[in-house]
């Protein structure tokens, strides 16, 4: 969905425009709107969901076992690569899949500073030292540029971030990587079944973590992760890493985490992966139908065509992102900020050296994003309460500029 450039435009938005939409009511009018409404998912699931637990049960494989590999290959295949290994997050698969690549100590990872702060997490969890670079102002997703102005000698990976649902500009990322023999591990956690012409996410780098964090496209009731790759090396290990380091048929552990992913969890998760297509679809049709009530007065995100967006989030920008917030919440409109402060802003990593590069994009998305519900389960109904009330807002904005 592409963004209106420079900047805001409150002008376009008429009060004819609020007034008529707003009297379109639907029923449930003064009902809460939930920003992820998971109870309506699982209702629909619920005798399948019941089987697999039934299943799960009589079986007795609660940690690994059948369930866990045969999630692993329908996933793999999904993906569009060889192996897929199931961890117990997806903060876990990204520091597993950088162990397993030997990343670690007196190492450097760069990555956008916009983002959740679990990807530089889990750098910091290999050992190794991440370094931050800024995003792209229209898409949120990072700069190659940017992140070629702060490689250096101890670079040893690129960790592209498919935020929002939306694969990166991967031929750019992948072209830098060969040229400074970089590991490209792509952090897929919002991106299930996103594509890139061709190839979904997760076929893209070296190789790729992936979160089952109930919330997502493609969500556990639970925590759980996985890592996809088509590397041999990097499967094996990870699969030794995640299990303490335990190397079958020896009796030998060669250090590791514990971080299996439990039989339950990916049980589970079986009974929603054919369903995900036609989930992302849902949020791809809700997401077109915001952008065409809302592209008048906030900033959206640019939909590349190669890269069609799979709409984790629906995040707009607007400057007076709290106060939106606050008017939303006030009439029963969840919503959430994805994500403030900036990465590099965290206290987790205050002891870092200054970022190399500049970063006005990614602190700007940190002040100005709201990500509004955009759910498979969300209902028309509630989908014309949020734009009524959003446009509430900003009509009114527009009337006090017009009097100034």
Not at 251 to 276: C, S, T, Y
Request: glycine share 12%.
């Amino acid at each position: 969905m592409d963004g209106k450039g420079g900047g805001i435009n409150l002008v376009r938005v008429t009060v004819q425009r609020f007034q008529a939409r707003a009297e379109e009511s639907g029923p449930g009018e003064d009902a809460p709107i939930a920003f992820a409404a998971l109870e309506r998912q699982h209702a629909a699931l619920a005798g399948e969901l019941r089987a697999a637990f039934e299943r799960l049960l009589a079986s007795s494989a609660f940690t690994l076992g059948a369930e866990v590999a045969a999630f692993e290959a329908e996933f793999a295949a999904f993906c569009g690569a060889a192996h897929c290994v199931g961890v117990g997050s997806g903060t876990a698969a990204l520091e597993l899949a950088l162990r397993a690549a030997g990343i670690g100590p007196g190492d450097e990872v760069v990555l956008a500073a916009h983002g959740f702060a679990a990807s530089a997490l889990a750098v910091v969890h290999a050992g190794a030292r991440p370094v931050f670079c800024d995003v792209d102002w229209e898409t949120g997703l990072i700069d190659p540029d940017s992140a070629a102005a702060v490689l250096g000698p101890r670079t040893a990976a690129i960790m592209p971030v498919h935020l929002y649902g939306q694969v990166c500009d991967m031929d750019a990322v992948r072209a830098l990587a060969a040229r400074a023999g970089l590991f490209v591990l792509e952090d897929a956690a919002q991106a299930h079944g996103a594509r890139c012409a061709d190839r979904r996410a997760g076929s893209l780098g070296d190789a790729a973590g992936f979160s089952f964090y109930p919330s997502k496209n493609l969500g556990a009731l639970g925590d759980g992760g996985a890592v996809v790759t088509d590397d041999d090396g990097i499967a094996r290990r990870v699969r030794e890493l995640r299990d303490l380091g335990r190397r079958p048929g020896t009796g030998e552990f060669a250090g590791g985490r514990n971080e299996r992913l439990d039989g339950l969890q990916a049980a589970l998760l079986r009974v929603k992966l054919p369903r995900l297509d036609g989930w992302n679809a849902l949020r791809r049709d809700h997401a077109r139908r915001y952008a065409g009530d809302l592209a008048d007065v906030a900033m959206l995100l640019r939909e590349r065509t190669s890269t069609p967006c799979v709409f984790h989030l629906f995040p707009i920008r607007v400057p007076c992102r709290d106060e939106l917030a606050a008017h939303l919440a006030a009439r029963g409109i969840a919503t959430g900020i994805h994500y403030s402060p900036a990465i590099h802003d965290q206290p987790a990593f205050a002891r870092l050296p200054a970022p190399g590069v500049e970063l006005p994009a990614s602190e700007r998305w940190a002040r100005e994003e709201l990500s509004l519900p955009i759910g498979p389960e969300l209902r028309e109904d509630e989908r014309r309460r949020i734009v009524d009330a959003t446009l509430g807002l900003l009509a009114g904005a527009e009337l006090e500029a017009g009097r100034a």
